[in-house]
Structures are given as C-alpha cells and as structure tokens.
C-alpha cells in the first residue's frame, strides 16, 4: 500500500476530487494547509499599508491506495490539479506498513 499526499491550491480541490473519483478512489482526506516554497510568498496593500504574506493558503490531500493504482492516482492528481504557474503544488508517495478498519477489524487492502 501507498500513501499519497498532494499540496495542491485551494481551487484546485473539486478537479482533483473529480478526476481522483474517475478512476475509482473514493476515500480522500483533506486539510487546510499554508506554506510556501519558491513562490517565497507577496506583498499586498491593505488600507494604504503594504504588507507580507509569507504563507500561503493550500490544501494538503491525503489518500492511502492500493500499489497498482499508484501511477493512475499520481497521473489525475497531476494533470487536475496543474496550472503551469509556479505554486501548483507537490506530491509525495510513502510505503504504508498496516492499514486497520476501525469499525470491522479488517486489515491490509481491505481496510482501504
């Protein structure tokens, strides 16, 4: 089994739920995120005052998958959640050991 978990933009969200629910994924996790990386954050005016903004609103997506839907997942989030601006986002995929259902007990695959 695999984890993903994608920081992706804010608007992004509903394309990548859409096309990660394409494939078959059902089960996301999502959190509100702020971060930056090479975009090192702006500058906004507010009232006159010009002010840094050195984090970032983003959304962190996480979803534990079966290893044969790995590149199909990688490739949705991908292509969804892409603009060819800087910030578009990263994807990190780690190795999940045990994965247990609370509610039945089941275990490994099944669980997910």
Do not use: S, W
């Not at 078959?24 to 840094?52: C, D, M, N, P, S």
């Not at 910030?87 to 190795?95: L, Q």
Request: glycine share 10%.
């Amino acid at each position: 089994m695999k984890k993903i978990e994608a920081i992706i933009k804010p608007f992004k969200l509903d394309e990548v739920k859409e096309a990660l629910h394409e494939i078959g994924l059902q089960g996301i996790t999502v959190v509100e995120a702020k971060g930056f990386g090479r975009q090192k954050g702006h500058t906004e005016l507010y009232r006159g005052a010009e002010y840094v903004v050195d984090f970032l609103p983003k959304v962190k997506i996480e979803l534990v998958i079966d290893d044969q839907m790995l590149e199909q997942a990688i490739e949705a989030i991908q292509q969804a959640a892409h603009t060819g601006r800087i910030g578009d986002g990263k994807i990190f995929v780690t190795t999940v050991e045990e994965a247990i259902r609370v509610r039945t007990g089941e275990r490994g695959t099944e669980a997910i």
